[in-house]
């Protein structure tokens, strides 16, 4: 059993940044695929950034360029640095993982921080 644990939102001004930072815990166990999605009061989650085959990744358009999703293997944590915060970018943000774990494929999601940008 798998869980993840996001960390690093907070309450920052228009232009600054953060770096928010997933970490997978659980034994013996390895990401297939991973994202970031957030949600906005009122809104349905959307998708900010994955990597969902191989290496390659994908970005909504609102945030290329100035967002960026990594992993850290040796630390089992999926981050994504955010620059140039908008007011726009408040959400809740969620990580989600594709792991196997004895040879089994499950989806999990993180418990959601909270990112909100004041102009």
């Known amino acids: 059993q798998v869980q993840l644990v996001e960390s690093g939102g907070g309450l920052v001004q228009a232009g600054e940044s953060l770096r928010l930072s997933c970490a997978a815990s659980g034994s013996a166990f390895s990401i297939n695929a991973m994202a970031w999605y957030r949600q906005a009061p009122g809104k349905q989650r959307e998708l900010v950034a994955g990597?969902?085959?191989?290496?390659?990744?994908n970005y909504a358009n609102s945030v290329k360029g100035r967002f960026t999703i990594s992993r850290d293997n040796a630390k089992n944590t999926i981050d994504l640095q955010m620059n140039s915060l908008k007011p726009e970018d408040t959400a809740v943000y969620y990580c989600?993982?594709?792991?196997?774990?004895?040879?089994?494929?499950?989806?999990?999601w993180g418990q959601g921080t909270q990112v909100t940008v004041s102009s």
């Open positions: 990597q969902f085959s191989g290496s390659s990744t």
């Open positions: 989600w993982a594709s792991i196997t774990t004895m040879r089994i494929a499950n989806s999990y």
